[in-house]
Every structure is written in structure tokens, then in C-alpha cells.
T-cell receptor
Framework: GNSVTQMEGPVTLSEEAFLTINCTYT??????LFWYVQYPGEGLQLLLK?????DKGSNKGFEATYRKETTSFHLEKGSVQVSDSAVYFC??????????????FGSGTQLTVLP | GAVVSQHPSRVICKSGTSVKIECRSL??????MFWYRQFPKQSLMLMAT?????????EQGVEKDKFLINHASLTLSTLTVTSAHPEDSSFYIC???????????FGPGTRLLVL
């Protein structure tokens, strides 16, 4: 079956520090990979995605590259801000059949950025 | 703007009562919607897949008589927590895949507290 393993948190960084949150996956088909962000008290928001190997998803200064050879999709940001404090979820969905299916989530990583 | 809404955003009820949560896709049709449950500081756990025009598909361990799902139209799915008990207190989140974009959109979530 499909699974997502995410770096355990919590992660605490100072403002302008470099961020990496590791994510690896196992999948039986051809998954699409996602990073979702959940701000305190809110639902999940799609941060970025990649649908095939070597694709790079990017948004709001965050990036992640779909690495099939290492089955990874690590999230990075060069300079974090206090407003980036949230919980980050790595996820995958297998859309090899051509239709979107339910997402498989990692355990989430709590990020706190201090001023 | 939001493409999936949930109502209510927060509900407090007495033990033994039933609570209905609505999930709506706002500007697209969704033949499938997903219901997740999230415990504090944990990841999302898929509860069931809501299918328009047919019965919902429940994940292993989820009581279908406890969590009634009705996909009334192409833009509305409801989750009814029947005879709620304190252990049902949780954050319930729905999502809807937008087929043309291959992306799932999440509702903002409903926080249920059963006293």
C-alpha cells in the first residue's frame, strides 16, 4: 500500500533561517505528491504539488522536488518568516487510473518560527 | 477564495445528541468527497469516501451506523455523528477532488466538542 513518512517535529527556527522538512514515500502506482499547510485553527491548504518525477513544486518561497530515485519530496525554504509557523503535511495520491483518490498523509511536522 | 465550505465551523453538543456537518463544493461539482478526522497534534485519518448517488465507503474501524454520510447532490455531502459521545470530540475535515485540476480542496474543518 501507499505510505508517507515525514520528519518528526516540532521544528523551531529563528526568522530567516533555512528550512528543510524531510518526506519519503512508498507507493504502488504513479503518485502525485503534495505539501499541505495547516495554520492554527484552520483547515488544510495546498502549498505545492508535483505530479511526476523531477517536477519541482513551488509556492510562497517553498520548494519541493519529486525525486523518484530516492522516493522523496523534501520541503525547503531559504528564509522562513514568523508567519510560516504552522503544521506541514506531506501527502500523496495515486492517480494512475486518471481520477483523484483519497490522500495518504504523513504525520505532520509542527514548525515554529521565532522572531 | 475558498472552494470547499463546511458548516458549522464549531459545535458543542450534549452527549447522546446527533450532529450534522455539511460539506459543499462552491464552484465545481464533486461526485466524490472525503471525510477525515484529526485528533490534536496528529495527522488526518480518512474516515470514509462519500459517493454521489451511492453508498459511502467506510475505512476499516469506522462505524457506518455511527457516522452517517449522505451525498445529497453533486455539491453537498453531509456527515451526521449519531448519539455523540465525548470520545467523538474531534476536528472533522472534508475534501473534494477537482477532477479538472487533479487537486483536492479541503474544507476549513468543523470542531466538535461533546460534553
Amino acid at each position: 500500500g501507499n505510505s508517507v513518512t515525514q520528519m518528526e517535529g516540532p521544528v523551531t527556527l529563528s526568522e530567516e533561517a533555512f528550512l528543510t522538512i524531510n518526506c519519503t514515500y512508498t507507493a504502488t502506482g504513479y503518485p502525485s505528491l503534495f505539501w499541505y499547510v495547516q495554520y492554527p485553527g484552520e483547515g488544510l491548504q495546498l502549498l505545492l504539488k508535483a505530479t511526476k518525477a523531477d517536477d519541482k513544486g513551488s509556492n510562497k518561497g517553498f520548494e519541493a522536488t519529486y525525486r523518484k530515485e530516492t522516493t522523496s519530496f523534501h520541503l525547503e525554504k531559504g528564509s522562513v518568516q514568523v508567519s510560516d509557523s504552522a503544521v506541514y503535511f506531506c501527502a500523496l495520491t495515486d492517480i494512475s487510473s486518471g481520477s483523484a483518490r483519497q490522500l495518504t498523509f504523513g504525520s505532520g511536522t509542527q514548525l515554529t518560527v521565532l522572531p | 477564495g475558498a472552494v470547499v465550505s463546511q458548516h458549522p465551523s464549531r459545535v458543542i453538543c450534549k452527549s447522546g445528541t446527533s450532529v450534522k456537518i455539511e460539506c459543499r463544493s462552491l464552484d465545481f461539482q464533486a461526485t466524490t468527497m472525503f471525510w477525515y478526522r484529526q485528533f490534536p497534534k496528529q495527522s488526518l485519518m480518512l474516515m470514509a469516501t462519500s459517493n454521489e448517488g451511492s453508498k459511502a465507503t467506510y475505512e476499516q474501524g469506522v462505524e457506518k451506523d455511527k457516522f452517517l454520510i449522505n451525498h445529497a447532490s453533486l455539491t453537498l455531502s453531509t456527515l451526521t455523528v449519531t448519539s455523540a459521545h465525548p470520545e467523538d470530540s474531534s476536528f472533522y475535515i472534508c475534501s473534494a477532488p477537482r477532477q479538472t485540476k487533479g487537486t483536492q480542496y479541503f474544507g476549513p474543518g468543523t470542531r466538535l466538542l461533546v460534553l
